[in-house]
């Protein structure tokens, strides 16, 4: 005779309790995922507005004079990350 054991409510584990934890973890890496995108969105669209490329005419040519060229990079640099740090994700 197979029988099933019965549970008195109150007792033993809640149904639906343990995969609470890991979906929380989930959403909050996304939304620090998200976050941290954003900053370097932000970031790099203020890096791209106030580059001084930009404000100059022909700004696809090369600079014809060295004083130019120290005038087109003398905006902020983009820092990219090494590579090591993007293989983590």
């Given amino acids: 005779m197979n029988q099933q ?8 584990r809640q149904p639906g309790r343990s995969e609470q934890g890991p979906l929380l ?4 890496r996304w939304v620090r995922d998200t976050v ?4 370097q969105a932000q970031r790099r669209l203020a ?3 106030t580059a001084p490329d930009r404000y100059v005419i022909g700004s ?6 060295y004083e130019e060229f120290l005038f087109r990079t003398s ?3 983009r820092r990219e990350p090494p590579a090591r740090t993007d ?3």
């Fill in 5 to 12: 054991a019965v549970r008195e409510p109150g007792r033993g």
């Fill in 36 to 39: 941290v995108d954003f900053n």
């Fill in 75 to 77: 905006g902020l640099l």
């Fill in 47 to 49: 890096e791209m507005m």
């Fill in 60 to 65: 696809s040519k090369a600079p014809d004079t």
């Fill in 87 to 89: 293989a983590r994700r």
């Fill in 25 to 28: 973890v989930r959403v909050a």
